[in-house]
């Protein structure tokens, strides 16, 4: 994970930023909007796959929708729970949704398979998986000492087909690590009772559960970011169908244009939204939620496109994903980067 900057703002800087956080957030709100809320024109239903439970990496969805942002944009979006990356982005290529929360794994995988998914919008613009460790339990300095240990994942998990790829790249035998497919249900509790060593655990999604409920069992837990070490790879985004950009482009920019004020908003008030998601889930934690959201908050920052606004896919980044992708699980059909995604729509 890259580290955001912990020092203390002093006074001075906080009475300057509060101002611009304002400031960016209004414009943010009022940029881009075509009116068409109060033109008195019926809003467009739009769906949006979240691929799993709700969870703070798709919270700026939800802010979106909880501050209108979509209605000024004349649309109206619900959110509804998917069931795994895969299937989602093969239904939303099938029509069955409009846009979704999807993984270039998956997109790639459809793609191979004559699909036309496109990933439209970045969100975790660095790979979000990481190993989480037991650190009363093992001590861990370098890759060399990952030897033997037993790692727990879903049993569809990329990381099934990632994790020998990237032992490689990083000079290692491939069954450095022993991989053990689950059921997703228990990877994490299985980890935190030490049945297994290693934990397939996600910033912005599974990893903020594996803390919560390492401190219940009174356990330290640390991780080892695979994007630090020889792993430069996109993780999800904002995946629609070519069909929807032929036919509904002005759909498509509307919704991103939202959808990013959301996410801006979410970077602001992380446990806001996360307040807003239990709210509507009262079975979810929003201490995990808040978690969730503040990592989700760090992914998406992207300094190398910066300039460019959120979004925005770095051509060099998404060349190396592709071709990691198609490495590891052996796709034998060329598949072009800029099948993948594109930046058309992001302004």
Known sequence: MNRADRRPAGPRRIA????????????????????????GKPLRKITF?????????????????????????????????????????????QGKWDFGYGDPVSVILNRASGGKAVMVGALNTVWPGGLC?????????????????????GATSPIQSLLPVWLEANGL??????????????????????????????AASNRANVLKLAEQAGKNIKWIEYRDHKLDMYGNGIVTSAQRIQQDPAVVKAFLRATYKGYAYMREHPD??????????????PKVLTQQATDMNKLINDPRTASQGPGWF??????????????????????????????????
């Open 173 to 202: 035998p491939r069954d450095h690590v022993k991989l053990l497919k689950m059921d997703p249900a228990v990877v994490d509790t299985s980890f935190i009772q030490g049945k297994t060593d290693l934990d397939d655990c996600w």
């Open 272 to 285: 806001k939204v996360a307040e807003y998601i239990a709210s509507k889930n009262p079975q979810l934690d």
């Open 16 to 39: 300057i930023a509060v101002p611009l956080i304002a400031a960016l957030i209004a414009t943010l709100a009022g940029c881009g909007s075509n009116g068409a809320a109060e033109s």
């Open 314 to 347: 770095d051509a060099a980044r998404m060349k190396s994903t592709v071709e990691t992708i198609r490495r590891a699980f052996q796709v034998k059909r060329e598949i072009s980067p800029s099948d993948v995604y594109t930046n058309d729509h992001l302004k």
């Open 49 to 93: 796959n979240l691929a799993y439970f709700p969870q703070g990496s798709t919270g700026g969805v939800f802010a979106a929708i909880d501050q209108g942002f979509y209605e000024a944009e004349g649309l109206k979006v619900e959110a509804v729970r998917g069931y795994g990356g895969t299937r989602t982005v093969n239904e939303i290529d």
């Open 133 to 153: 460790y037991d650190a009363g339990k093992h001590q861990i300095n370098t890759l060399k000492d990952l030897r033997g240990l037993v790692l727990g994942g």
